[in-house]
């Protein structure tokens, strides 16, 4: 691993997070941002700091970690660049749940009912998944089984849009899909981090056995590593983390897969040196992303998952180009 690398992401997170807090509508200097945060009174400006702002850049690190730890777990155990946390199907079932609870009525009549609706959406599909491969499936099982627990969500909720009769609740639906940070509470930060908190626990102690799924799964048996055992560990660990993000922000793509391809230079072939690396660049990218929206186009909706979509596909396309150059 280079050095610095990980302390350089650290410091880009930490002045990223204090960009956050500082940028938006409300034209706040830094003294007033500052006492707004630590004062304890209902003022505008400490509602605007704490209930607004604090959320939002809060929500950003940790989903932003959680989508890069996760694709980078995926692609160490699958051993395929081209693996991503979507690709076991509890990102399109988390909002498949969420999409029936909007058209159902449920997340207008209960506050949490939409991160709730979420949240079962992304369990039911991780039982679904690990059902479909069985405790002894190999890879290739568990994606096959993910890539069609993810095309039934996606086919369901095509069908839930196609028979809404509310235009509105529609209109809702998509704009959901897109993925955003914006009006979220402190609420929705306790909802995700319990969740979270655990993903990342599952996730981040995989590297030893990541580093020896590298030489094959029969090798990495005889050093001791049950793999059946990590792959439940990566499944639920992974479920946690996109379940719970998607329940909080919606469909935010490309972070778990574009991140680790762009370090993965930089911490040579060992996938466990890679994953905290990709933790702290997929904040680095999301909280990016996030600030990029209140300050391109600050007086329209510009969706998160909208720009992390456009920044992240030419990236990964340019990637994709270099691998063919490379084995020319």
């Given at each position: 691993?280079?050095?610095?690398?990980?302390?350089?992401?650290?410091?880009?997170?930490?002045?990223?997070?204090?960009?956050?807090?500082?940028?938006?509508?409300?034209?706040?200097?830094?003294?007033?941002?500052?006492?707004?945060?630590?004062?304890?009174?209902?003022?505008?400006?400490?509602?605007?700091?704490?209930?607004?702002?604090?959320?939002?850049?809060?929500?950003?690190?940790?989903?932003?970690?959680?989508?890069?730890?996760?694709?980078?777990?995926?692609?160490?155990?699958?051993?395929?660049?081209?693996?991503?946390?979507?690709?076991?199907?509890?990102?399109?079932?988390?909002?498949?749940?969420?999409?029936?609870?909007?058209?159902?009525?449920?997340?207008?009549?209960?506050?949490?009912?939409?991160?709730?609706?979420?949240?079962?959406?992304?369990?039911?599909?991780?039982?679904?998944?690990?059902?479909?491969?069985?405790?002894?499936?190999?890879?290739?099982?568990l994606?096959?089984?993910?890539?069609?627990?993810?095309?039934?969500?996606?086919?369901?909720?095509?069908?839930?849009?196609n028979?809404?009769?509310?235009?509105?609740?529609?209109?809702?639906?998509?704009?959901?899909?897109?993925?955003?940070?914006?009006?979220?509470?402190?609420?929705?930060?306790?909802?995700?981090?319990p969740?979270?908190?655990?993903?990342?626990?599952?996730?981040?102690?995989?590297?030893?056995?990541?580093?020896?799924?590298?030489?094959?799964?029969?090798?990495?048996?005889?050093?001791?590593?049950q793999?059946?055992?990590?792959?439940?560990?990566?499944?639920?660990?992974?479920?946690?983390?996109?379940?719970?993000?998607?329940?909080?922000?919606?469909?935010?793509?490309?972070?778990?897969?574009?991140?680790?391809?762009?370090?993965?230079?930089?911490?040579?072939?060992?996938?466990?040196?890679?994953?905290?690396?990709?933790?702290?660049?997929?904040?680095?990218?999301?909280?990016?992303?996030?600030?990029?929206?209140?300050?391109?186009?600050?007086?329209?909706?510009?969706?998160?998952?909208?720009?992390?979509?456009?920044?992240?596909?030419?990236?990964?396309?340019?990637?994709?180009?270099k691998?063919?150059?490379?084995?020319l």
């Amino acid at each position: 691993m280079k050095r610095g690398l990980l302390p350089g992401l650290g410091l880009a997170i930490v002045l990223l997070f204090a960009a956050s807090l500082l940028i938006g509508p409300a034209q706040l200097s830094i003294a007033d941002s500052l006492s707004g945060l630590m004062a304890g009174d209902d003022s505008p400006v400490a509602l605007v700091m704490r209930e607004i702002r604090l959320p939002r850049a809060l929500l950003a690190l940790l989903i932003g970690a959680s989508l890069g730890l996760a694709g980078a777990a995926m692609q160490g155990y699958l051993r395929n660049p081209l693996a991503e946390p979507g690709l076991i199907g509890v990102s399109a079932s988390a909002a498949l749940g969420a999409v029936i609870a909007i058209q159902s009525g449920f997340a207008a009549a209960f506050v949490l009912g939409l991160p709730l609706a979420a949240l079962a959406g992304a369990l039911a599909a991780v039982l679904l998944v690990m059902a479909l491969a069985g405790p002894g499936g190999t890879s290739l099982t568990l994606i096959l089984a993910g890539i069609a627990v993810s095309a039934l969500a996606s086919a369901l909720t095509s069908l839930v849009l196609n028979l809404s009769p509310n235009p509105f609740a529609a209109s809702e639906i998509v704009f959901w899909m897109m993925g955003s940070l914006e009006d979220r509470s402190m609420i929705h930060v306790w909802i995700a981090l319990p969740f979270m908190a655990l993903g990342l626990l599952l996730l981040g102690t995989l590297g030893r056995g990541l580093d020896a799924l590298t030489l094959g799964e029969d090798a990495a048996q005889a050093m001791g590593i049950q793999v059946s055992r990590l792959r439940l560990q990566l499944v639920f660990g992974t479920a946690c983390v996109v379940g719970a993000g998607t329940a909080v922000a919606g469909a935010i793509g490309f972070v778990g897969l574009v991140v680790p391809h762009i370090l993965r230079p930089f911490v040579g072939a060992h996938p466990s040196r890679l994953l905290w690396a990709s933790a702290l660049g997929g904040a680095v990218m999301v909280l990016t992303a996030d600030i990029a929206t209140r300050v391109i186009l600050p007086d329209r909706d510009l969706k998160l998952g909208v720009l992390t979509a456009l920044v992240g596909a030419p990236l990964f396309l340019h990637l994709i180009l270099k691998l063919r150059k490379e084995r020319l």
